[in-house]
């Protein structure tokens, strides 16, 4: 049961354009969103997060947009670098200590 | 200021042998949580722990598996008997409290490959 979806497994982007990376959700319990982003051989780092509350949260280059009555969150990056290709996570809390995590995107960013 | 530890970074088991992960949460975080990466997939919950305490577990399966977080040392994922469906990648985080507002912060994981 994947509460978390990310739909797109892949996704190129020349550099300097925007990167727009998609999220779907099922549980309505859900309150808190994050995305972390994964380089090969390492662990996920995370990238920025947002809480119900709001529907927007900007740091830097990368903005994370939530659209509650959709289910439906989106990271965007903005100008892209190579230095930005990797795996991005969408992940999930509903008040609990688990995070429910999508299966991930894979961004190359082509120079 | 070292971050999250994990050892070994990759493990090599025969079918029937255990499995023993370890890892040093961040400096000053006492809540630990373990992931599994199954290929193609994203990370699973498995459990979360404080020192000494197993918090939530409902994400480990029922037998083989193990977890603990001892008073002193590394907090230790543990597979007994492992077969071939236990290759995944398995990461482990920690945080600074147990608010669930809070970032948790990723190992670099260990890379279990069963034969």
């Known amino acids: 049961d994947q509460q978390v979806k990310q739909n797109s497994p892949s996704l190129s982007v020349q550099e300097g354009r925007i990167s727009i990376l998609n999220c779907d959700y099922t549980?309505?319990?859900?309150?808190?969103f994050l995305w972390y982003k994964k380089y090969p051989a390492e662990g996920p780092t995370f990238l920025i997060s947002?809480?119900?509350?709001?529907d927007k949260n900007e740091d830097g280059r990368f903005t994370v947009f939530l659209n509650k009555s959709a289910k439906h969150l989106s990271l965007h990056i903005v100008p892209s670098q190579p230095g930005d290709s990797a795996v991005y996570f969408c992940?999930?809390?509903?008040?609990?200590?688990?995070?429910?995590f999508g299966t991930g995107t894979s961004l190359t960013v082509i120079p | 200021n070292a971050g999250v530890m994990q050892n070994p970074r990759h493990l090599v088991r025969r079918r029937g042998q255990e499995a023993r992960l370890r890892c040093s949460p961040m400096?000053?975080?006492?809540?630990v949580y373990w992931y599994r990466q199954l290929p193609e997939e994203g990370l699973k919950f498995m459990v979360y722990?404080?020192?000494?305490?197993?918090?939530?577990e409902s994400g480990m399966p029922k037998e083989r598996f193990s977890a603990e977080f001892p008073k002193e040392g590394p907090s230790i994922l543990r597979i007994q008997q492992v077969v071939r469906g236990d290759s995944a990648a398995y990461f482990c985080?920690?945080?600074?409290?147990?608010?669930?507002?809070?970032?948790?912060?990723f190992g670099p994981g260990t890379r279990l490959t069963v034969l």
């Open positions: 400096k000053g975080h006492s809540h």
């Open positions: 992940a999930a809390s509903g008040g609990g200590n688990q995070f429910y």
């Open positions: 985080a920690s945080s600074p409290t147990d608010s669930p507002y809070n970032e948790q912060f």
């Open positions: 549980n309505s319990m859900f309150d808190y």
């Open positions: 947002i809480s119900s509350i709001k």
């Open positions: 722990l404080q020192k000494e305490n197993i918090i939530d």
